[in-house]
């Protein structure tokens, strides 16, 4: 197996459209959640998502290709665009028939879904978009990275909820690693924040009551007062390459990822297990070929749903035995709320910033913990001067998909 190193990171996302920028926000705790400023908000239970403010593509667009662009495409292609200028010449030496995208996404081009049947039923009318179909289709932000770069390796999209990036990520470290490809644009893209879709999800009953002194604060990781998830939007994309390949062409290396391991909890299709989280952890150290003892800080779940986060507290636990209480874990989500198939692809690049500035990032809005929930979860503020070199971030998804990564610093060993 190859060495497989992060030359390039591209992010759209609540908390900004930079890497830096997405650091910065994150490691002073400020959210990116806020008031939904829409006309259906009224009609909202709970009007409140993590929204990418102010962005209009029509400059990063010509209009005829704009036109076949969904908001979830717009996202993905400008993120693979951030992530390839940051890995530098990384196409130029590459066979473009050993390049290769993965793409994670849970819901698609939603909001054009969204609008057909607003058209359809809503106003009776029988005209809709053309492009409604390619607007909609899963795997249209793979098939526009890939067409936009000239990668004529595998264009791969994968849908399994909120672990969708995730995944994405660790199929490419996997061929990779193996030898079948040279180079692959990895990572995730979600603008699921539509009426139908926001309403479904309440439905669900696993949306957060906005917070009446704090709408920002609504999502709340591990405390005692949670009441569910806040819905994001955005997309995070990372180049993929062979280590000793990027060495040689000079690049900057953000991280390696390790490992990658699955599992699938089979009792119920949004219940979360302790045995299937716990298997999924252990699956991504083997195939690090680490144990336990070797991952100094944790990127959690922590959607703040009732269900999941005692669920991650218990099976930290159950792989981590009594060293799980001296692991700082950090749960992002409370900042930049749940991106659905996008969120392990931005949690992986915050993993990574977090190992390359030595901090924990912190988990906010955490003031009253669960008693159940027990662990160190950087309550509040990041912590400073962690001498980490090894990570693990955890997505854990509906219909039972779980999936973890193995991250490294960006240090040669």
């Given amino acids: 197996m190859r060495r497989v190193a992060v030359t390039g990171m591209g992010v759209l996302s609540p908390l900004g459209r930079s890497t830096a920028e997405v650091y910065a926000r994150a490691r002073a705790g400020r959210s990116g959640v806020r008031r939904i400023d829409a006309p259906f908000a009224r009609r909202l239970l709970s009007p409140i998502a993590a929204t990418v403010e102010d962005f209009d593509a029509s400059d990063d667009f010509d209009p ?33 028939e050993r390049a290769g995208v993965f793409v994670g996404t849970g819901m698609g081009g939603s909001i054009s879904n969204d609008e057909g049947y607003q058209t359809l039923y809503g106003q009776g009318s029988e005209r809709i ?55 692959a644009i990895a990572g995730g893209a979600e603008a699921p924040l539509s009426f139908g879709s926001l309403k479904a999800w309440e439905a669900l009953r696993t949306v957060a009551n906005v917070d009446p002194d704090d709408p920002a604060a609504s999502c709340k990781p591990f405390a005692r007062e949670r009441s569910g998830m806040v819905l994001g939007e955005g997309a995070a994309m990372l180049v993929l390459e062979p280590w000793d390949r990027a060495l040689a062409r000079g690049a900057t290396v953000c991280g390696e990822i390790l490992g990658y391991g699955l599992s699938t909890d089979v009792a119920h299709i949004t219940r979360p297990s302790v045995e299937g989280q716990a298997a999924a ?57 749940h991106l659905l198939g996008a969120a392990g692809a931005l949690e992986c690049v915050l993993s990574l910033l977090a190992l390359q500035h030595a901090t924990a990032l912190p988990t906010m809005h955490l003031r009253s913990p669960d008693a159940r ?41």
């Avoid at 100094?296 to 959607?303: L, R, S």
């Fill in 64 to 96: 005829p290709r704009l036109r076949m662009l969904d908001r979830v495409s717009q996202f993905a292609a400008l993120a693979a665009r951030q992530a390839v200028g940051a890995a530098g010449a990384c196409l130029e030496a590459c066979e473009r």
């Fill in 129 to 183: 978009k053309p492009y409604t179909v390619l607007l909609g289709m899963h795997n249209a932000p793979a098939a526009w990275i890939s067409q936009e770069h000239g990668l004529l390796g595998p264009s791969l999209s994968y849908s399994t909820a909120c672990s969708s990036s995730a995944v994405a990520i660790g199929e490419a470290w996997l061929r990779i690693a193996g030898g079948s490809l040279d180079l």
């Fill in 373 to 413: 929930c027990d662990l160190d979860y950087v309550a509040n503020a990041a912590r400073e001067g962690i001498a980490a070199r090894t990570m693990i971030s955890h997505s854990f998804a509906f219909g039972g998909t779980n999936a973890v990564l193995v991250l490294g610093a960006a240090r040669d060993r």
């Fill in 281 to 337: 952890m252990h699956a991504a150290l083997r195939s690090a070929a680490i144990g336990p003892a070797d991952i100094d800080m944790i990127n959690a779940h922590g959607t703040a749903t009732p269900a999941n986060d005692v669920a991650e507290t218990a099976a930290i636990k159950a792989v981590f035995g009594e060293r799980a209480t001296r692991i700082p874990i950090s749960a992002t989500k409370a900042l930049h709320g």
